[in-house]
């Protein structure tokens, strides 16, 4: 082989190489002389030219030229070790920070709550986004509750009831408050965002709030939570899992409980994600049996006495 091309391949693998992390390689002696020209070799006579080839036939000798070369070159073949994976993130954590509680005035939390709605109805932060309808929708239940749902925004229907949780979704909770055991004048429903999102073109359309959004409204919810203090909370979904400082996918947070201002904290599907699962072959019993698994864990840790009826709900 010509030296110039097998100084090109040998230049051209260890490129590759160290494109591949590889830092050092081991060449038998003599062979980076013998392949760049510097040792001596002796005078070779003149040879008749080759016969013309065809240029499949040329290109098919040229590509079998590196592996004959390496072969030579190289003491053995080199074993690149792969880089470590990164350390696998947990799914979720705690917020870092409780936002800053309002201070209502009150005797008993009905009391409290109703000068908190109050004060979230003028929500100065939230009316200067402009990118929230007018409608504050606040909160339903028992001031009392054990449970405390909480979801990501009032949409179309709970908008015009001004109501949580009355639309088909809400509808969908009722049923699992239900099936629990418990009525929705014993719980506690709530929203993160305490304004319907607005659209261009909007109708009966939704969308969830963003992080901004959620922000401006997070005291309120904290301050709901600082004066119900139920036992449980549960996440309905995964922008209420966020605005509560547990990020990840629900398919990994769920299953299991988290803190958050001190109170232990289910987080779940949302009822909408069971109605979208309804529409599949199964009709979402995987979804509904997942669910509600997660709510055993809530009947669980609030005392609630649980049939075995109710355990095999959904179970195959």
């Known amino acids: 082989m010509p030296q110039p091309v097998a100084a090109g391949l040998l230049k051209q693998y260890l490129e590759q190489r160290q ?8 060449l038998r002696p003599g062979v980076l002389d013998k392949m760049t020209g510097r040792s001596a070799r002796p005078a070779v006579a003149p040879q008749r030219a080759p016969e013309p080839r065809r240029v499949a036939e040329s290109f098919s000798e040229e590509r079998a030229a590196p592996a004959s070369l390496l072969r030579e070159a190289f003491v053995a073949p080199v074993v690149v070790t792969p880089a470590p994976a990164p350390a696998r993130v947990a799914a979720a954590k705690a917020p870092t920070a409780v936002p800053t509680l309002i201070e209502v005035p009150g005797m008993t939390k009905a ?9 979230a109805e003028q929500s100065p932060e939230a009316r200067a986004l402009g990118t929230l309808r007018e409608t504050m929708v606040f909160a339903v239940g028992s001031p009392d509750a054990e449970i405390m749902f909480i979801g990501e925004a009032p949409g179309s229907e709970e908008e015009r009831q001004q109501e949580p949780f009355v639309g088909p979704a809400g509808q969908k909770l009722t049923g699992i408050i239900k099936a629990m055991g418990l009525d929705r004048s014993e719980v506690y ?6 304004f319907r999102p607005a659209m261009e073109n909007q109708g009966w359309s939704n969308r969830p709030p963003t992080t901004v959004e959620m922000k401006t409204c997070l005291p309120y919810i904290f301050t709901e939570i600082s004066i ?8 309905l979904g995964k922008t209420a899992a966020e605005g509560l400082g547990l990020s ?11 803190e958050v201002q001190g109170l232990p904290t289910m987080v779940t599907f ?15 019993r995987v979804a509904k049996r997942q669910v509600w698994e997660d709510m055993l864990q809530v009947m669980e840790k609030t005392g609630l006495p649980i049939s075995d009826k109710q355990r095999g709900y959904f179970k195959k």
């Open 19 to 26: 494109v591949a992390g590889q830092t050092h390689v081991g």
């Open 111 to 119: 009391e409290k709550l109703t000068a908190l709605a109050q004060i």
């Open 189 to 194: 429903i709530s929203n993160i965002c305490k």
């Open 228 to 235: 119900v203090q139920p036992k449980v909370l549960v996440a």
């Open 248 to 258: 990840g996918p629900v398919s990994k947070l769920r299953g299991q409980f988290y």
């Open 270 to 284: 949302h009822p909408s994600y069971i109605l979208r699962e309804e529409k599949l072959a199964d009709g979402g």
